[in-house]
């Protein structure tokens, strides 16, 4: 453990890669497969005789919202994997996030899809009328610009879903912060999604003069490669600064650990001082199931509130104890 804070940030970056090799690939297998089918579907509508070029753009666009609730599952796994986390399984962790977070990321799909839209037609638009008004220039920044940051925001709103129960308001207000506060990193992370498309060019280009090779390429890049191994990356830049924002700062986290500590001496406020409220939070606190071997320092979110592993596990066993005698 000593030995690897000393490496520099992008040697562990680049480490936890290719110890997660294996990993990535059957997460964006288990994503692929969702996402060829639906693809499929859509494809196959937009073949509908009669639509128009910009309606045909639109429906295959639109995979991304029933997609979007799969992406969970990658969202979790890769952000397993970028703090260096390799002791879990894969599939149960992916398909846990996907039902859980179902329906936040179809949302997620919903907004993800309008800013696609908007983004492409804005900026299609301007730069159409560029040869006509130079004045569309101003404009057409300021699309590129508002995209741009729609794309930081993007890096957030799915880790930040995956890994903290607070409200739909909140995961959109604290990733729209963080698209302007965390430059550096969102610029980081768009240098890991760079490495991939090198990555992935470098396959495809092989490949020039052989449509057939590139079609079958092109589909084991996206279902074997491509969204695992951007979301690794991306989590990788911006994982640990959304995590401590959200979790707020020193001071707020040390009140946090009193007002635990309180809890078990009965010197919480009016709200713990009914017996049948404790009984309650106590058999919740049994029923809790976390990792007990990791990392005691990591918080958890439990009954509101995020609290330390090492706290958790003191509750739970003082409760089990006194069970006991």
Known sequence: MASEKTTLPITRVFMNFFYSFPKLIVTNVLFGIPLAAFFGLFYAISLINGLPPA???????????PVFPFYAGVAQVTAHLSRGERDFKVTSNFFAAVKENFKRFLVHGIVLYAAV?????SISFY??????NSMMFAPMIVSILVSVFLLFMFFYIPPMTVTFDIPMKSIYKNSLLMSFGELAKNFIAVLGMFLVFI???TF????????????IVTIILA???VPAFAAFFINSAVYERMYYMVIDNTAEIKNIDSKIDETRKKKEPKKFDSEAIKNEFNEKLKQFEFDENGDGDEYL???GRMIKRSVLLRMKNEVLESEMK
């Open 199 to 201: 990555f992935a060019s």
């Open 117 to 121: 839209i908007f983004s492409y037609f």
């Open 301 to 303: 979110f439990f009954e």
């Open 127 to 132: 730069a159409s009328m560029l040869s006509k």
């Open 204 to 215: 495809l280009f092989a490949c020039m003069g052989n449509a057939v090779a590139i079609i």
């Open 55 to 65: 309606a045909v753009m639109l429906i295959r666009l639109a995979v991304v919202i």
């Open 223 to 225: 279902v074997a490669v």
